[in-house]
């Protein structure tokens, strides 16, 4: 027994469009096969989740599906009959990321014109946290089919030349006509009738390319882009498919990102705690400094305004928040132990916070605001 789509992408009945459109993105990025490679329980959801979505995000299969359940679309086509494959998966990603992309990036690959399209090629880039703060070019290198010069087509027998074929079936609705590429000529309307030499049965060949990938800033890890036409050749003269670079954000040393925000621990000695200090710092702007008051507490988080990510729609920057740690040493020499004892009851060094020193749980709730 199937299971209930609603379950699936852990929505309830009630969920708005927008709450469904956010949990399947939630799960195409956790379970994606570039994340989880030759996983197939992590496939499996993936492919559950995306037929969730392709009736959950359609407001008429929705509404026959609350209705009918399941029974509403068996032996109509689609998922349920095998007649989607990984590329049509990845032609909704377009509904749901590409929308964030500007210039040559129009979501995660498919196109409504299957029938005459390529294949898509998958890339993974890897990029420091630098460079997903101001944006990067990146020349990436890879094989693509292209059309051997010399093949002879024909047109499809099967289809006759429309790259698609038409099946009526009979459902609980009523008589339902259901279109699919056409198994013979994958869409293309046409078959080889003469390879050109070194060519594959289709008469295409792999050729090295580099192409020019421009990644905007803010990107997040788990993001896919898509560059128009750099997959494979169609068979014949179809559309190209598209190239899919899936970002892979590098930890880095020193900054965590919390969306657009990133944090920076701060290590200071107790003299420099005791008396103040101006700090240099990294960002992903460049160096700078910061002052230090004396008397500074471990735990004090300082805001930076605008030292974060920028947002990938266009929504401002996040900030760099600054966590101060006061380092206290591990071993003394036998003057800094009698120095200490001497202070251990002196009242400047006893503990006496005032109330606007916040609790860690109140600093941590102001890190969120």
């Given at each position: 027994?199937?299971?209930?789509?609603?379950?699936?992408?852990?929505?309830?009945?009630?969920?708005?469009?927008?709450?469904?459109?956010?949990?399947?993105?939630?799960?195409?990025?956790?379970?994606?096969?570039?994340?989880?490679?030759?996983?197939?329980?992590?496939?499996?959801?993936?492919?559950?989740?995306?037929?969730?979505?392709?009736?959950?995000?359609?407001?008429?299969?929705?509404?026959?599906?609350?209705?009918?359940?399941?029974?509403?679309?068996?032996?109509?086509?689609?998922?349920?009959?095998?007649?989607?494959?990984?590329?049509?998966?990845?032609?909704?990603?377009?509904?749901?990321?590409?929308?964030?992309?500007?210039?040559?990036?129009?979501?995660?690959g498919g196109s409504s014109q299957r029938r005459s399209k390529g294949t898509n090629l998958r890339i993974k880039v890897s990029l420091t946290i630098s460079e997903i703060a101001n944006?990067?070019?990146?020349?990436?290198?890879?094989?693509?089919?292209?059309?051997?010069?010399?093949?002879?087509?024909?047109?499809?027998?099967?289809?006759?030349?429309?790259?698609?074929?038409?099946?009526?079936?009979?459902?609980?609705?009523?008589?339902?006509?259901?279109?699919?590429?056409?198994?013979?000529?994958?869409?293309?309307?046409?078959?080889?009738?003469?390879?050109?030499?070194?060519?594959?049965?289709?008469?295409?060949?792999?050729?090295?390319?580099?192409?020019?990938?421009?990644?905007?800033?803010?990107?997040?890890?788990g993001m896919q882009l898509r560059v128009a036409g750099k997959g494979n050749d169609a068979i014949s003269d179809g559309i190209s498919g598209d190239l899919i670079v899936l970002i892979n954000e590098l930890p880095d040393e020193n900054?965590?990102?919390?969306?657009?925000?990133?944090?920076?621990?701060?290590?200071?000695?107790?003299?420099?705690?005791?008396?103040?200090?101006?700090?240099?710092?990294?960002?992903?702007?460049?160096?700078?400094?910061?002052?230090?008051?004396?008397?500074?507490?471990?735990?004090?988080?300082?805001?930076?305004?605008?030292?974060?990510?920028?947002?990938?729609?266009?929504?401002?920057?996040?900030?760099?928040?600054?966590?101060?740690?006061?380092?206290?040493?591990?071993?003394?020499?036998?003057?800094?132990?009698?120095?200490?004892?001497?202070?251990?009851?002196?009242?400047?060094?006893?503990?006496?916070?005032?109330?606007?020193?916040?609790?860690?749980?109140?600093?941590?709730?102001?890190?969120?605001?």
């Open positions: 027994m199937k299971e209930d789509y609603y379950k699936i992408l852990g929505v309830s009945k009630g969920a708005t469009e927008s709450e469904i459109k956010k949990a399947y993105r939630k799960s195409a990025i956790k379970y994606h096969p570039d994340k989880n490679p030759d996983n197939k329980e992590a496939e499996a959801k993936f492919k559950q989740a995306a037929e969730a979505y392709e009736v959950l995000g359609n407001s008429e299969k929705r509404a026959k599906y609350d209705q009918f359940g399941h029974a509403a679309f068996e032996g109509a086509g689609g998922f349920g009959s095998g007649g989607m494959n990984m590329d049509d998966i990845f032609s909704q990603f377009g509904d749901i990321f590409g929308s964030a992309f500007g210039g040559g990036f129009g979501g995660f944006g990067v070019n990146k020349k990436i290198k890879v094989k693509r089919k292209i059309q051997a010069p010399g093949t002879d087509f024909s047109v499809c027998s099967s289809c006759q030349g429309s790259g698609q074929v038409t099946q009526i079936t009979n459902t609980i609705l009523g008589r339902m006509q259901s279109t699919t590429t056409c198994s013979t000529c994958s869409g293309s309307g046409k078959t080889v009738v003469r390879k050109a030499p070194g060519s594959d049965v289709n008469g295409q060949i792999l050729s090295d390319e580099t192409v020019e990938v421009k990644i905007p800033p803010g990107v997040e890890d900054l965590k990102r919390e969306g657009n925000n990133l944090h920076y621990d701060l290590y200071v000695s107790i003299s420099e705690a005791v008396l103040g200090i101006s700090k240099e710092i990294n960002t992903v702007s460049g160096k700078v400094r910061i002052k230090l008051e004396a008397g500074i507490q471990s735990g004090k988080i300082l805001r930076l305004r605008g030292k974060g990510l920028k947002s990938i729609n266009g929504y401002g920057t996040g900030d760099l928040l600054v966590h101060v740690n006061v380092w206290t040493p591990k071993t003394l020499n036998k003057e800094q132990r009698e120095f200490f004892e001497k202070m251990k009851n002196n009242e400047h060094f006893t503990p006496s916070p005032d109330k606007n020193d916040k609790s860690f749980f109140e600093k941590v709730k102001d890190m969120f605001s």
